[in-house]
């Protein structure tokens, strides 16, 4: 969580007054492709009164599958976009769906440092979307973003203690998960105004589903 970056104060205040201070003129989201999601065993916290069977060291992967997020902090609503593989592709193609869904204003994307996010194919986008402005994170600093709790969640609720066989399973999982979360969010986010804290977040994403 300590960065080196010298422009540090800067980045991160401008996330904050983001998320604590909606703009009036478009809507703040946040944006990240989570670590390969491979088919394997995962293990995970559990309780029990035989001995806890070790989940193998190195396993055969029976396959993987790429997941790209948005998730808006100030309404709970999460998209999501599934590929065999991570390119700039992913993020263009999840900013047009979420234009489609906000054609009007601006769009203030929240995302790190990836050279992916920096790619001449996403510039060349935002000379066409002229209405979106890329908000970076610190480097070493993408706790600040998040949507990376979304991505917690999706590990602690959907792939801990778990064994998929397919890729339309995990997939069907985690949709399933997500649609139930940003449900609780979207009324979570309306009974009180939402300010940005890592621990609120934490405790509010990764309570057991009802």
């Known amino acids: 969580m300590v960065s080196s ?75 999501t976009r599934f590929s065999e593989k991570k390119s700039s592709r992913e993020l263009i193609e999840l900013l047009k769906e979420v234009r489609s869904q906000y054609p009007d204003g601006k769009l203030y994307v929240i995302l790190d440092n990836h050279r992916m996010h920096k790619s001449k194919e996403l510039k060349a986008h935002l000379a066409v979307d002229c209405a979106i402005e890329l908000v970076y994170t610190p480097t070493t600093s993408s706790w600040l973003n998040a949507i990376e709790q979304v991505f917690a969640s999706i590990q602690k609720w959907v792939l801990n203690n778990s ?15 997500l649609t ?18 890592l621990k609120m977040m934490v405790q509010v994403i990764n309570r057991r589903p009802s």
């Open 163 to 177: 064994s998929f066989q397919t890729v339309e399973e995990v997939t069907g999982m985690i949709e399933r998960h």
């Open 180 to 197: 139930s979360l940003s449900g609780r969010l979207v009324e979570l986010l309306a009974e009180r105004p939402f300010a940005f804290a």
């Open 5 to 79: 970056d010298p422009r540090y104060e800067e980045k991160k205040e401008r996330i904050l007054q983001l998320y604590n201070n909606p703009p009036d003129d478009g809507v703040v989201v946040s944006f990240d492709e989570k670590g390969s999601i491979t088919l394997k065993e995962y293990g995970g916290s559990s309780w029990s009164l035989e001995q806890e069977r070790r989940v193998p060291d190195r396993q055969k992967t029976r396959g993987r599958v790429e997941l790209a997020a948005a998730y808006f902090p100030h309404t709970g609503r999460i998209f």
